[in-house]
């Protein structure tokens, strides 16, 4: 049977010298890009970089609160990962706290993240979680929540695991922290969560296939050069720049908006393109999208 090693990390792990992780066994890395609504996992920017210079493929995942505003987490997280691109991994959301929350209440919250998070990405995201979700969660069964691929957390053998009832199987199996269940000797990190992803590399490889800026839903057709195919955020690493930037804020100042036409998508960007979009009746998340790109740039007869 085909199976596939990886790792994920965090700032918990130091630095990471990912040329040497790259050089034994590991196949793909995941690392913590964020939490909650306002913190960026410290070695974030660097390990993303590492991990693709370093040719793995990689992934990101967003620790849930369920205390804070799902939607407002979805568009931090997008914001904070940026447009996946070659070899990128479904992102992933982390889910193993109700923050005192009833369960019934956080299976809600975590459809509404997983509804934004989706339509922000443009792909599916994987759902981390196994024994929280059944017990903590009292093992609902969703299609919705089976549309997304499960990785599952399980420090034990494989003939003993527990698939979550919304499952029917596991994609990645984190079966290890680096200490327990015959973990690898992986070079060039510190003691660190191991995985297994369920099929061959090709396979592997057909998850990052189509990745592209997310697309926000249900917006009116537009001729493609219309819609420069990559979402303006902020904050994210590197800043969002260039010529398409220029554009859309030449058009914000044409419609009267207060900021600076310097090509940069930074925090003035952000507050003018959220204040459009509650004048346009669309999500105030300040992420230019392309249903906020195409009310930008409507006819005044179409507005």
Not at 2 to 31: L, P
Not at 139 to 160: I, R, T, V
């Amino acid at each position: 049977m085909a199976r596939v090693f990886g790792i994920d990390v965090s700032h918990y792990q130091g630095d990471v010298n990912w040329e040497q992780v790259a050089a034994g066994k590991t196949a793909f890395a995941i690392v913590k890009a964020t939490e909650g609504s306002t913190l960026v996992d410290q070695s974030f920017a660097k390990n993303w970089s590492g991990i693709q210079e370093a040719g793995l493929f990689r992934g990101a995942y967003h620790y849930a609160h369920p205390g804070g505003d799902p939607e407002t987490q979805a568009a931090f997280f997008a914001s904070v990962v940026g447009p996946l691109g070659f070899r990128d991994l479904p992102v992933a959301l982390d889910l193993e706290t109700a923050d005192h929350h009833p369960a019934d209440y956080v299976i809600d919250w975590t459809r509404r993240f997983l509804a934004k998070a989706d339509a922000l990405f443009g792909r599916k995201l994987l759902v981390y979680s196994g024994q929280f979700w059944r017990e903590a969660l009292k093992n609902p069964q969703e299609k919705f929540f089976g549309e997304h691929a499960l990785w599952l957390p399980a420090y034990q053998a494989e003939a003993q695991l527990k698939i979550p009832a919304s499952w029917q199987t596991w994609s990645f199996w984190q079966y290890s922290d680096g200490t327990w269940n015959h973990p690898e000797s992986v070079p060039g990190v510190s003691r660190c969560d191991q995985n297994w992803f369920n099929g061959d590399l090709a396979q592997l490889a057909q998850l990052c296939a189509g990745a592209s800026p997310a697309a926000e839903p249900e917006a009116p057709a537009v001729p493609p050069s219309a819609w420069p195919g990559a979402q303006f955020v902020w904050p994210r690493t590197p800043v969002t720049m260039g010529p398409t930037v220029e554009l859309w804020q030449a058009q914000m100042i044409k419609r009267g908006f207060a900021l600076d036409k310097d090509g940069v998508y930074g925090p003035q960007s952000k507050s003018a393109c959220r204040a459009f979009q509650r004048d346009q009746g669309l999500v105030a998340d300040g992420i230019v999208g392309r249903a906020t790109w195409i009310a930008a740039f409507a006819p005044p007869s179409e507005q």
